[in-house]
Structures are given as structure tokens and as C-alpha cells.
């Protein structure tokens, strides 16, 4: 289906950003597609970003390029990406953070290529604090299995049919952390028509001062609730899973219910190590305890956790290849 001159909207979500919110603003007006509806939300900030935002407004709005700034009290990037979602009204739509910029071509590929699938897919160049810089990965295999271990469909990374999305249930304001991968997960799990390129289409800057923070400590408990909203989400879709099993689908070749919630566990005691490593055994302990618990009769799987655990708290990676 031709998707040109079809009218796509942005959401951004903002707080307080405003010595970096222009530059991603300008890369969503540079866009080679039109036309565009740029929806800004800003989450409560407390320095100057709505006022950047509205003068930038102002000055860049146009017949082809609609933006609107909303405000949104409740305190959370999902309570704003929600409020955006609410107020769009296209066919697709792309979440986009404020510290990110994307490449004047993003709109138009996604565009020409989503087509009639519910989820387009691209890559990003992730720009460390320290200067480094490095692609992400995509994966060409099971994209569920390597959205539940790394987080693949970041917010930055897909544009989504709207009304696809709604149904899913839209973006969980109750969850404090890891909401992208709570509802890259839910998307993914409704077996979705996706369509991929290798093709990076957006720059990510990482921020000292980002939502997940520097350590996992200091929000101990938001993990662990992204972790078992995760859990539940794939116990409540168990009789879709085992029906598109049966129906072969690629998103759940060779993985049923159990198999899932086990890269859940896997995750659990990855970030039980993380605990370790920063000295929180208070905190490494229950939660791995938890992860084995759910093996209760399969000490294999008991003994692969406990080498996941163990190689990542002494600074390996790559757990990911041992687990699968």
C-alpha cells in the first residue's frame, strides 16, 4: 500500500531538556517526508524546556508540518508518551526522545517500506558519553527471543501502526523503568507483520543524566516490577502463544510459554548480578533466589543460571549466547 502523502506523526516526550531539545526538533523538521504532526509533550519540567519548545513551535510550524505542545503534570516519560499517543491521529506513529536526533530520512523509508505490516524496524548509532560510538544490533532470527534478552525495540528504533498499538494496550504509566522493553515486548507478543532494514536511521546521545541512571541500585524495585509486569504479560498471552505455535509462526519457532518466561528469569539473574557487582547482596540474593525457584526439578537450568550469574558478576558478557 502507498503510504506518501499520508500524514505521520511524531510524539516526543520532554523533561527538562531545554539545552538539547532543539536540535532534536530540528531533525524532525528536516525530515525529506511531509507532512509531518509533530506532537510535544512536556512531563512537569521545571527549567525552561516548554518555553523552548513553544517558541521553536512558532517559528517551524507549517501547513505541512503541524506541531502542538501538550502538558502533562503526571510525572513519567510513559504518562507522556501515553498522553501522545492519545491525541494522535494517523494511520502510524513514531516515538521519539528529546536528547535523540533522527536522519532526514527516517520518515520517508519508514514510510515507503511498512507497507501493510504493523511494525517497521531500523538501527541506530549510539553515541557513548565518552565519545565512542557503535551501531546496534539487529537481528535477523527470532525477534522476540532478542527483544526479551537486549531490549531491541527501543523507543527510537520502529515506527508502529497506531491503532496496532492501542490494542496492545498502548504504554504502561504504572511502570517506572524499562517501559520500552515492557512494551516492545506486548507488541511483539501479539505476532506482529514486521519489516526490518539494516539501516541506521537515528543518532541516540547517552546522557549522564538519563532516566535509567548510572547504576541499578538506585532504583532497585522499578527493575524488578518491569520484570514481573513482563512475566505476566507473557502468562496472559500463553493460549495466543501456543496458537501461533501450532500456526508455526516465525516469532515463536522452537519457543513456547516456558521457554519465554525462562529469558525473563535469565534477565533476573543478570540483574541480580548487577547488584553484586555494585555491592548490594541484600539485593542480589532474594532476587536470585527467585530466578532459580522457578527451575524447582530442572537442575540443569539451576546450574546455567547460577553460571550466568557468577560470569556476569565477575564483568563478562555476553551471558546471552550460554542461556540461549
Known amino acids: 500500500m502507498d503510504k506518501r502523502n499520508k500524514a505521520v506523526t511524531v510524539v516526543v516526550p520532554v ?15 528536516a525530515q525529506t517526508y511531509r507532512p509531518i504532526n509533530l506532537i510535544v509533550v512536556d512531563n512537569n519540567s521545571t527549567d525552561g524546556s516548554a518555553a523552548v519548545v513553544g517558541d521553536w513551535i512558532s517559528t517551524n510550524a507549517s501547513d505541512d508540518f503541524r506541531a502542538k505542545l501538550l ?73 522476540l527471543r532478542r527483544h526479551l534478552f537486549n531490549a531491541l525495540l527501543a523507543t527510537q528504533v520502529y515506527m508502529v501502526r497506531t491503532e496496532f498499538l492501542r490494542e496492545c494496550g498502548g504504554w504502561n504509566g504504572a511502570l517506572r523503568g524499562w517501559n520500552d522493553w515492557e512494551v516492545g515486548t506486548r507488541l511483539l ?11 541506521p536511521l537515528c543518532d541516540v546521545y547517552c546522557q549522564e543524566e538519563s ?28 493460549p495466543l502463544i501456543e496458537k501461533w505455535r501450532r500456526e508455526k509462526s516465525s516469532l515463536y519457532e522452537g519457543h ?35 530466578a532459580i525457584d522457578a527451575y524447582r526439578g530442572n537442575p540443569l537450568r539451576q546450574i546455567l543460571l547460577k553460571l550466568v550469574y557468577r560470569y556476569t558478576a565477575a564483568g563478562g558478557r555476553g551471558a546471552y549466547y550460554l542461556w540461549r
Request: hydrophobic share 40%.
Open 15 to 29: 523533561f527538562n531538556r531545554e539545552g538539547l531539545i532543539v536540535r532534536c526538533l530540528d531533525s524532525i523538521k
Open 189 to 199: 507478543l501479539r505476532n506482529p507483520r514486521i519489516k526490518i532494514t539494516d539501516q
Open 211 to 238: 532516566i535509567t541512571g548510572v547504576d541499578f541500585q538506585s532504583k532497585a524495585g522499578v527493575w524488578e516490577e518491569a520484570l514481573d509486569t513482563i512475566e505476566k504479560d507473557i502468562r496472559d498471552a500463553s
Open 71 to 143: 502538558h502533562q503534570p503526571v510525572q513519567g516519560a510513559m504518562a507522556a508518551r501515553q498522553m501522545g499517543l492519545d491525541a494522535v491521529d494517523t494511520e502510524h506513529v513514531v516515538f521519539f526522545d528529546s536528547d535523540d536526533a533522527m536522519r532526514p530520512e527516517l520518515l520517508s523509508t519508514a514510510m515507503e517500506n511498512i507497507g501493510d505490516n504493523d511494525i517497521f524496524v531500523w538501527r541506530r548509532v549510539v553515541h557513548e558519553a565518552d565519545g565512542r560510538e557503535f551501531i546496534s544490533r539487529m537481528s535477523r532470527g527470532n525477534l
Open 256 to 290: 513456547d510459554t516456558d521457554r519465554l518466561l525462562g529469558y525473563v528469569n535469565y534477565r533476573r539473574a543478570i540483574l541480580a548480578a548487577h547488584y553484586r557487582k555494585e555491592g548490594r547482596m541484600d539485593l542480589a540474593v532474594p532476587l536470585m533466589i527467585k
